[in-house]
T-cell receptor, first 114, second 114 residues
Framework: AQSVAQPEDQVNVAEGNPLTVKCTYS??????LFWYVQYPNRGLQFLLK??????LVKGSYGFEAEFNKSQTSFHLKKPSALVSDSALYFC????????????FGAGTRLTVKP | NAGVTQTPKFQVLKTGQSMTLQCAQD?????MSWYRQDPGMGLRLIHY???????DQGEVPNGYNVSRSTTEDFPLRLLSAAPSQTSVYFC?????????????FGPGTRLTVL
């Protein structure tokens, strides 16, 4: 079955600095890749997805992610972090041949300090 | 639109008790799913449905039942609660038959089993 690894439990950045949240995946066949964000005591919100096409995908709130097939990675990036970006970020994968079963990573807590 | 709604927000059960977590969506989405969120483990798929009358098991289905008699509702039943089922439960829905489109998440139900 497909799986996702988020190697960092916590990422700390200063406001205004670029941020990266890492994600690697494992799947048979072509992946569909997603990033979701969770604010305290809330459900998850969709940020962006890669289905096919351009390896660089842009999403909500200035976030973007790059699909790298050779490294099986889908890292989330933002050029300039905001304090309001502080939240829990989840990478998720599903397989193109069976996209009913989505697997999430354990999550990375991003803290942006003023 | 109310989006995805879940009731109750909080619940405490004793071991062996049964209960139903309610989930409803008003977006006419075909796909609905139930996840549980545990610290350090991300979200894990319990059951999903691709339309009324159609349900299937996810990654962690044991101890849970679902049904989908209407497009709008997707209740999750705990047959005999166990402390291992203490978790935060999220319902989600998406347009189309799978997860390749953005999933909309409910606010969650925090369940404690004593």
């Amino acid at each position: 079955a497909q799986s996702v690894a988020q190697p960092e439990d916590q990422v700390n950045v200063a406001e205004g600095n670029p941020l990266t949240v890492k994600c690697t995946y494992s799947v048979s066949g072509n992946p569909y890749l997603f990033w979701y964000v969770q604010y305290p005591n809330r459900g998850l919100q969709f940020l962006l997805k890669y289905i096919t096409g351009d390896n660089l995908v842009k999403g909500s709130y200035g976030f973007e992610a790059e699909f790298n097939k050779s490294q099986t990675s889908f890292h989330l990036k933002k050029p300039s972090a905001l304090v309001s970006d502080s939240a829990l970020y989840f990478c998720a994968v599903t397989a193109s041949y069976n996209n009913n079963d989505m697997r999430f990573g354990a999550g990375t807590r991003l803290t942006v300090k003023p | 639109n109310a989006g995805v709604t879940q009731t109750p927000k909080f619940q405490v059960l004793k071991t062996g008790q049964s209960m139903t977590l309610q989930c409803a969506q008003d977006m006419n989405h075909e796909y609905m799913s139930w996840y549980r969120q545990d610290p350090g483990m991300g979200l894990r798929l319990i059951h999903y449905s691709v339309g009324a009358g159609i349900t299937d098991q996810g990654e962690v289905p044991n101890g849970y039942n679902v049904s989908r008699s209407t497009t709008e509702d997707f209740p999750l039943r705990l047959l005999s609660a166990a402390p291992s089922q203490t978790s935060v439960y999220f319902c989600a829905s998406s347009y189309g038959g799978g997860t390749y489109n953005e999933q909309f998440f409910g606010p969650g139900t925090r369940l404690t089993v004593l």
